[in-house]
């Protein structure tokens, strides 16, 4: 009965890091994570989603909330929807988001001139204490893989910090978002960010 017990914690362990850190979501293989050190630590993780197979990211759009006059709530950037293409047929398009947010409207896509998206780069408000008002992500930059550099329509709070690292040999084609739920008396909405890089055979 212990062995028996010993391999049922031992494949509970395996299991468990497979679903949290494998390589395979939404029956799609992926190759590393990207993700930045400046992300707020508030919500949780949604579950991530990913492009078709053979489609990457190659472009973007951004939700954003107006600024909001004081007493209102201010949560600036709300969600990052991706706009996935099949490599090879750029007139098929896919577009998907972890989590669309709660407050503002959707900004206009921007797009690659060439390649897809490879690397990103956060605008983040340090948490700003009791009695002031916490914004989190405030906006997004991606790189492509022809080098452009493509910027959202987000808020000014914050900083910018450093790009993550590159998808290398591929392309970005998943997201995963951490998210306040709506209800609070603070609402900071989107918190951090994490994309999936999948292996690109045609560059």
């Known amino acids: 009965m212990e062995s028996l017990l010993r391999a049922v914690a031992v494949l509970t ?14 029956g799609r293989s992926y190759t590393s994570v990207l993700t930045v050190t400046n992300g707020q630590q508030y919500g949780t993780w949604r579950w991530p989603v990913m492009c078709p197979d053979q489609y990457f990211a190659v472009g973007f759009s951004i939700r954003v909330e107006d600024y909001q006059q004081y007493p209102e709530d201010n ?12 490599d090879g047929d750029r007139s098929l398009t896919y577009s998907m988001y972890s989590h669309g947010g709660f407050w503002g409207d959707w900004s206009s896509s921007q797009y690659c001139p060439r390649g897809v998206l490879t690397s990103f780069q956060l605008r983040v408000e340090a948490y700003q204490g009791w009695f002031h008002d916490d914004t989190a992500v405030n906006n997004i930059r991606f790189r492509c893989s022809n080098g452009h550099v493509l910027q959202g329509t987000g808020m000014n709070w914050g900083e910018y910090g450093y790009w993550s690292q590159d998808c290398g040999k591929g392309g970005i084609c998943g997201i995963e978002t951490r998210m306040v739920e709506n209800g609070g008396y603070d609402e900071s909405s989107l918190n951090d960010v994490r994309f999936r890089c999948c292996y690109r055979a045609s560059r």
Do not use: S
């Open 13 to 26: 362990v395996l299991f468990v890091g497979l679903f949290q850190h494998g390589a395979v979501v939404d």
């Open 75 to 86: 949560t600036a950037m709300n969600g990052i929807r991706l706009i996935c293409r099949k």
